[in-house]
């Protein structure tokens, strides 16, 4: 029994190892980060090639800095925003927006900000929603509806971005709590 909850979690693992390339290649945006191949070694080993990218996480210029000035802020909402708009708009909702998911950093005297980690991605079904299959993320900048594990859409990702900021300006997520319930108690 052991060895099959190891295989079922090496499963689970490979497939959003998988759907992350294929949703990122699919979208193909400026601010999200490239996967250029992935697969197989015929050691059966898998493998993803993605872009490199010199900078931070927004989780460890808080750490580090603290509250952000309000320009940034922008800038990193401006970014993450039409990244989740090319997205959405090719039917994916990202579901994990937090700072540990967001890059911000410099390339050839500009500044740049990509939105990583498309791992639990979901394909947007007919009628623009869908059904998370079991709450996935980070509680703290989950949505309500991502928390009661019903069904999503777009407007997920936008309130996810929302917690984002208000961290990003204040140093503290706007919903504390440990778990889902204490999230979903504080919202």
Do not use: W
């Not at 940034?72 to 909402?77: I, L, Q, S």
């Not at 708009?89 to 410099?106: A, L, S, T, Y």
């Not at 740049?112 to 993320?137: H, P, Q, R, W």
């Not at 204040?170 to 919903?175: A, D, E, L, R, S």
Request: hydrophobic share 35%; net charge negative.
């Amino acid at each position: 029994c052991g060895r099959r909850g190891q295989l079922s979690a090496l499963h689970d693992i490979v497939e959003r190892f998988v759907q992350e390339a294929r949703a990122v290649n699919t979208i193909g945006h400026a601010n999200i980060v490239n996967i250029y191949d992935f697969g197989k070694t015929p050691f059966g080993t898998f493998y993803i090639v993605m872009e490199y990218l010199e900078g931070r996480t927004l989780r460890a210029l808080l750490d580090s800095a603290g509250p952000q000035p309000l320009e940034r802020v922008r800038f990193v909402a401006d970014g993450v925003d039409t990244a989740l708009s090319a997205a959405h708009n090719k039917g994916f909702i990202h579901r994990d927006v937090k700072p540990e998911n967001i890059m911000v950093g410099q390339r050839s005297g500009s500044d740049y900000v990509k939105l990583l980690d498309f791992g639990i991605a979901k394909l947007l079904t007919t009628g623009n929603t869908t059904a998370t299959s079991s709450a996935m993320g980070t509680p703290q900048y989950m949505s309500p509806e991502q928390l009661d594990d019903a069904r999503l859409d777009h407007r997920s990702d936008i309130f996810s971005l929302g917690c984002v900021l208000y961290e990003l300006l204040t140093g503290q997520v706007p919903f504390p709590g440990g778990s889902q319930a204490g999230v979903r108690q504080a919202q």
